[in-house]
């Protein structure tokens, strides 16, 4: 992966794209219907972060059935690993960062073996 210091920070300069990648970095693969719970945003908004994140390759994406579940990607250097896991550690007392962590955790129904049914 050829990914740049430049566009790891243009990705991260968007709160919604930043707030959906610490989630991620602290969560594992979280599907759009958790993103969408956790951030108090219609899907289509998150789904269009997420298709930019994607397509710096930053995340990867799995479809199950209608839903489409995200994570870190796993060809992301180590050095871009390093500065999300230390944004998680600088932000998780700080909103909105502490909230989308409660929100998701406070998700009902939250996926397991059916998504968002």
Same mark, same amino acid.
């Given at each position: 992966?050829? &990914?740049?210091?430049?566009?790891?920070?243009?990705? *991260?300069?968007?709160? %919604?794209?930043?707030?959906?990648?610490?989630?991620?970095?602290?969560?594992?693969?979280?599907?759009?219907?958790? *993103?969408?719970?956790?951030?108090?945003?219609?899907?289509?908004?998150?789904?269009?972060?997420?298709? *930019? *994140?994607?397509?710096?390759?930053? !995340?990867? #994406?799995?479809? =199950?059935? !209608?839903? %489409?579940?995200?994570? %870190?990607?796993? =060809?992301?250097?180590?050095?871009?690993? #390093? %500065?999300? @896991?230390? @944004? !998680?550690?600088?932000?998780?007392?700080?909103?909105?960062?502490?909230? #989308?962590? &409660? +929100? &998701?955790?406070?998700?009902? +129904?939250?996926?397991?073996?059916?998504?968002?049914?």
């Amino acid at each position: 992966m050829s &990914l740049t210091a430049e566009s790891l920070f243009s990705s *991260l300069s968007h709160e %919604i794209r930043l707030r959906c990648l610490l989630l991620m970095q602290q969560e594992g693969e979280l599907c759009v219907c958790e *993103l969408t719970h956790a951030l108090g945003l219609a899907q289509p908004v998150v789904s269009r972060h997420l298709a *930019l *994140l994607r397509e710096a390759g930053l !995340v990867s #994406d799995r479809r =199950a059935g !209608v839903w %489409i579940h995200y994570s %870190i990607s796993k =060809a992301l250097p180590a050095w871009a690993h #390093d %500065i999300l @896991a230390q @944004a !998680v550690l600088g932000t998780q007392t700080q909103e909105p960062f502490q909230s #989308d962590l &409660l +929100n &998701l955790a406070e998700m009902p +129904n939250r996926p397991g073996a059916a998504c968002c049914a």
